[in-house]
């Protein structure tokens, strides 16, 4: 292995449901367990800060409604804002672990009404201190009755002491351009978490991995129906007998398309893999598609990446002298 080797860590687990600061507690025990591993980039699932919003795609929206109002008022008022007293609980686990933490929360929009909710990716580094987040581009089906849609000004790759790490959420890694903008920026390490744990987002894994020239890590939460509370209704609309919500299948693919480590289903546990950036060169001489594979003389590409503020204040210094 070269000087550029390290390990990484999925943590492939169920947060303390619709609890924000138990979950971030149970995220610090994990970051601290993932340190001691010896990984220095840990990698939580998509909305793991206070639980992935299945009651979306379990609850009728018309005859129970007000079911479904009734979760997504919960789900608001135990999200997070960035900054507060759980980014910041995360913050010092990240610090006191010397470790890099890429971590799936759901976001109040606290820039305008307060009352909007961002699914977002937060990056943290190993000093403690936020990086940048991500806030995702498109909720797929039902999640657009729980999601705003992000903008361009979050599509960004981090230049860390480890290597170039990027970042999509789930489905959005099905978006050709949204993946060629991280590509472009020259990421090396693509974090992917998810709730998709079928094969199908296996192979989608490898094909980014291949695609990307970049090692990718694809983290899931196991979730066992005993992870809800049974004070929780919508738990009753599973079907009879079911046990894993979400079985997880993480896993850690190399920059040829090669597993490298999992798929880990079906239980709680941190899933560790060695990487070596130096894997990289090795596949981009005969394939780069950010590079000589790009052809801009024939393809243009561009991304907005301006924000879309929801109130524009400005003064009109001429009529105000007038």
Sequence with gaps: MSIDSFKVAAIQASPVFL??????????????????GGAQ????PEAFIPGYPDWVWVIPPGSKKPLLDKMNATLLANSVAVPDDVTDTLSQAAKTAGIQVAIGIHERNVEASGSS???????????????????????????????????GSTLDVFDTPIG???????????????????????????????????????????????EGGMFVISCCMAVHIDDIPDRYEF???YPEGKEWINKGNSCVVGPRGQIIAGPLVERQDILFADIDLGEIATWKWLFDVSGHYARPDVFKFGVNRSTNPMLDEHTDNAAESD
């Excluded at 979950?23 to 993932?34: G, N, P």
């Excluded at 980039?41 to 939580?44: D, P, T």
């Excluded at 199908?200 to 490898?206: K, R, Y």
Aim: charged letters at 20%.
């Design 164 to 210: 170039k790490i990027s970042g999509l959420l789930c489905w959005e890694n099905f978006m050709p351009l949204a993946r060629n903008a991280v590509y472009a920026m020259g990421a090396q390490i693509h974090v992917a978490p998810t709730w998709d744990s079928s094969d199908g987002w296996l192979v989608t894994m490898q094909h980014i991995a291949k």
């Design 41 to 44: 980039l840990a990698v939580f």
């Design 19 to 36: 609890d924000p600061m138990a979950s971030a507690e149970k995220a610090c025990e994990l970051i601290a367990r993932a340190a001691k």
């Design 235 to 237: 738990k009753q609309l």
């Design 117 to 151: 909710l961002y699914n977002t990716l937060l990056f943290i580094g190993a000093d403690g201190k936020i990086m940048g987040k991500h806030r995702k581009l498109m909720p797929t089906g039902a999640e657009r009755l729980v999601w705003a849609q992000g903008d």
